[in-house]
């Protein structure tokens, strides 16, 4: 039996971008709404953390469908 996190891709789709595509990729792993991953990251840059550099890092390391 597969889990179905196991069963979804972890990628950037070519579809549904809005800058890099990270965000939907990210909804599309999880089962979530690109628009709900979205608004979590913008309000997430209101705190102080490395969310940013992240992002950065996802955009460089999550294959492109």
């Known amino acids: ?7 979804r891709s ?6 549904n971008r809005k800058i890099a595509g990270v965000c939907a990729g990210l909804a599309q792993r999880f089962g979530m709404s690109a628009g709900m991953v979205r608004v979590l990251f913008v ?9 940013f550099l992240i992002y950065l890092a996802l955009w460089a390391l999550m294959p492109s469908e």
Request: overall charge positive.
């Open 43 to 51: 309000v997430s840059c209101l705190l102080p953390g490395p969310q």
């Open 10 to 15: 972890f990628s950037r789709p070519r579809h």
């Open 1 to 7: 039996m597969t889990s179905p996190l196991k069963s």
